[in-house]
C-alpha cells in the first residue's frame, strides 16, 4: 500500500478536523454545512443551555436613535412606525428625565427623522424655545405667539368648517364641542375655578347663535358681545322671564369672558387667527416663548389653545382624507413642559386628555415631556392629579433619562423596572466628581421601556449639524466669560 504524501499525513495528524472536515480524498469532507435549527423560549425555560443562547435584537425600524450601550447594535424608535410593526399599541410617548440629560435632543432627533419619513412633526407650544432653530433649518414654519407677533382663535375651526356634504354635520358637533371645551378651559383658568353646569349650557347656546349669524369664524368677543345681548334664545335656556334676571344669572360670565379680553391674556386669544397652520410645510413649530414672560397663566393658555388649534388641524386633515379623497397625513405632536399647561386651574387636565386620548384614530402619535412625576403632583386636586398619571400610563413608551432613585420607585409601579435598570437610570442622574469639565454622566443615555419587555439602554451621539441645531445650552455659554 503506498504511502501517504507528507501534507496528507500531516493533515492527518491535526487533532481536530476543521469546519468542513479535512481536504483530501477518503477523509469526510462535507461540501454543505445546513445551518442549525433556532428555537425560541424564555430564559426560565432554556436558561441550562447557555452560552448556546442570544437576547433578540433591537428594533430596526423607525428613527436611528444610538448604539445599545451593552452590545453596540443600533438602535431605532418611531412611535407610528413601532405602532405598524405590531411592537406597541398606541403611539403614545412619554419622556421623563432630569434638566440638562438630554431629553429635548432625543425628541429633536425623533423630529428630525419624522421629517425625513414623511410624518409632519408639530411643536405645540414651544416655551424656551428649543425647537425654532431645527425646524427653520427644515424648511418648516414657525408661528410666534404673542402681543404684537402672530394670533391664534382659539374658536377656529379652520377647514373643517368649510367642509359641507355627507358627514359634514358630524363635523359641525366636533366643531362645536372642541370650541366649547376650549372656551370652559380658559375661562377656568382666568377664574380659576370650575366653570358651572349653567354657565356651560349659556356658552354653548350662545356659540350655536354665532354659527348660525356669522359668515366667518367666531371669536371670544363675538361671545361676549352675544351674551350682554341677551336675546330670547339664551334667556330661554337660563330659564329667566325677565333682561333683569337674565343679566344677574350671567353677571358672573360675562365677567371672566371680559377677563379673556382685557386682563393678562389681553391682546393674544381676543382676534382672528392671523397665521394658520401650514400642514404642507415639512415641520411646524408654534413658538409661545414671547408669552412666558408676562406668567404662567398666560403661558397656559397659550399652550391650551395651541394644543386645540393643532389638534382641529389634524382632525380637519383627516377629515378632509374621508370626505374628498385627499392624501390622508401622518402628524407628531411634541408637547414639551407638560406640567406648565396643566397646573394653571382646577379641570384643566380633564380637556388635555380629551384631545389627546383619540390620536391613534387620527394617524397622530404624541410625545410628552416633562421632568418628573413629582411635576404632575403640583396639580391642584387628586382629581387632577390621577388624571394626568393617566397620561403616563396610556403611553406604549416612556423613556427615562437621568432620574433619581425616589422617582424611579414611583415610575415602577407604573412601568415595571428591574433592580438593574433602576440602577443604571439613577447612575446617570448627577456627576460622580466635582471636576468642571467632566461629562454629565447621564448626557444623552435612554432606556426605552415598552410593556412589560426588559428595556433598551442606548446612548445617542451627534453627528453634524445636529450639534448646532439640537444644543439648548448655547444662550448660557455666549453669556461666558
Not at 399599541?89 to 432630569?98: D, E, R, S
Not at 386651574?345 to 380629551?354: K, N, Q
Request: proline letters at 7%; hydrophobic letters at 40%.
Amino acid at each position: 500500500m503506498p504511502s501517504k504524501a507528507p501534507a496528507e499525513a500531516a493533515a492527518m495528524a491535526e487533532p481536530l478536523a476543521p469546519s468542513w472536515g479535512w481536504k483530501h480524498p477518503g477523509a469526510g469532507r462535507a461540501a454543505h454545512i445546513e445551518a442549525a435549527p433556532e428555537f425560541q423560549a424564555t430564559t426560565s425555560q432554556v436558561c441550562g443551555l447557555f452560552p448556546f443562547t442570544a437576547g433578540s435584537g433591537t428594533p430596526t425600524v423607525g428613527t436611528p436613535i444610538g448604539r445599545h450601550q451593552l452590545w453596540g447594535e443600533v438602535v431605532c424608535c418611531d412611535p407610528l412606525a413601532w405602532l405598524r410593526a405590531g411592537l406597541v399599541t398606541n403611539p403614545g410617548m412619554f419622556v421623563l428625565g432630569q434638566p440638562g440629560t438630554g431629553k429635548s435632543t432625543l425628541v429633536k432627533r425623533l423630529l428630525t427623522g419624522a421629517v425625513a419619513t414623511g410624518t409632519t412633526p408639530i411643536v405645540l407650544g414651544d416655551t424656551k424655545p428649543d425647537y425654532t432653530m431645527l425646524v427653520d433649518h427644515l424648511g418648516g414654519q414657525v408661528i410666534r405667539i404673542g402681543r404684537g407677533l402672530d394670533r391664534i382663535n382659539p374658536l377656529d375651526a379652520g377647514p373643517l368648517a368649510a367642509v359641507t356634504g355627507p358627514g359634514s354635520d358630524t363635523l359641525r358637533w366636533e366643531i362645536r364641542s372642541r370650541r366649547l371645551s376650549l372656551l370652559l378651559a380658559l375661562a377656568t383658568l382666568v377664574r380659576e375655578s370650575r366653570i358651572t353646569n349653567a354657565e356651560e349650557v349659556v356658552l354653548g347656546r350662545a356659540l350655536d347663535l354665532l354659527d348660525d349669524r356669522l359668515d366667518g369664524e367666531p371669536t371670544i368677543p363675538d361671545v361676549l358681545r352675544i351674551l350682554e345681548e341677551g336675546p330670547a334664545e339664551l334667556r330661554a335656556v337660563t330659564r329667566t322671564d325677565s333682561p333683569a334676571a337674565y343679566r344677574q344669572h350671567t353677571r358672573e360670565l360675562a365677567f371672566t369672558l371680559e377677563l379673556l379680553l382685557t386682563g393678562s391674556l389681553a391682546g393674544v386669544f381676543d382676534a382672528p387667527t392671523t397665521r394658520p397652520l401650514d400642514l404642507d410645510a415639512p415641520a411646524i413649530s408654534v413658538d409661545i416663548s414671547r408669552v412666558r414672560a408676562a406668567g404662567d397663566k398666560l403661558l397656559t393658555a397659550a399652550m391650551l389653545c395651541t394644543w386645540a388649534y393643532a389638534f382641529g388641524m389634524v382632525d380637519a386633515s383627516a377629515a378632509l382624507a374621508d370626505l374628498t379623497g385627499a392624501p390622508r397625513r401622518t402628524h407628531l405632536g411634541v408637547m414639551d413642559e407638560l406640567w406648565r399647561a396643566l397646573r394653571g386651574a382646577p379641570g384643566l387636565v380633564e380637556h388635555a386628555d380629551a384631545l389627546t386620548r383619540l390620536n391613534r384614530t387620527k394617524g397622530m402619535a404624541s410625545i410628552m415631556i416633562t421632568h418628573s412625576l413629582s411635576d404632575l403632583d403640583a396639580l391642584p386636586s387628586e382629581e387632577d392629579r390621577a388624571k394626568a398619571r393617566g397620561f403616563v400610563e396610556r403611553a406604549a413608551i416612556t423613556v427615562l433619562a437621568g432620574l433619581p432613585p425616589r422617582e424611579l420607585g414611583r415610575i415602577h409601579q407604573i412601568t415595571p423596572l428591574t433592580g438593574p435598570e433602576q440602577h443604571l437610570v439613577a447612575a446617570w442622574s448627577a456627576p460622580d466628581s466635582w471636576q468642571t469639565s467632566a461629562r454629565h454622566p447621564g448626557r444623552g443615555k435612554y432606556l426605552i421601556k415598552t410593556g412589560e419587555r426588559l428595556g433598551i439602554p442606548v446612548e445617542l451621539s451627534l453627528v453634524g449639524p445636529e450639534i448646532d441645531l439640537y444644543d439648548t445650552d448655547q444662550a448660557i455659554r455666549g453669556g461666558a466669560t
